[in-house]
Nanobody
């Protein structure tokens, strides 16, 4: 039972990347999902999350309007489309899933049961 993230890399400012995260050994149906990111010396921070109940989404202020979270339950995969990338978006990005997180805790890393291994996103010219 694991999550595996793909799609990170080096991109120029203003560019786009699409991260994918596939679930192996379980279905994402019924799971809340999220993307977090972390830079050295800082705490892991929420990028975006999606409720399992109504599909409502939430974004950090720094990525709102540029990033989009989505899911395909038939493929047990979640995605993060990242547009208009900026150097400050450089980080290791982690996907996460939880069957039991309550709505108010969707943005809290400790609420999640399963984590991907992280994929590096570097935005630089």
């Amino acid at each position: 039972v694991q999550l595996q993230a793909f799609g990170g890399g080096l991109v120029q400012p203003g560019g786009s990347l699409r991260l994918s995260c596939a679930a192996f050994g379980f279905s994402l149906l019924g799971y809340a999902i999220a993307w977090f990111r972390q830079v050295p010396g800082k705490e892991r921070e929420k990028v975006s999350c999606m409720s399992s109940h109504d599909g409502s989404t939430s974004y950090s202020e720094s990525v709102k309007g540029r990033f989009t979270i989505s899911r395909d339950n038939t493929k047990s995969t979640l995605y993060l489309q990242m547009n208009s990338l900026q150097p400050e978006d450089t980080a290791v990005y982690y996907c996460a899933a939880s069957l039991s997180v309550i709505h108010s805790n969707l943005g809290v890393p400790s609420s999640y049961d399963y984590w991907g291994q992280g994929t590096q996103v570097t935005v630089s010219s």
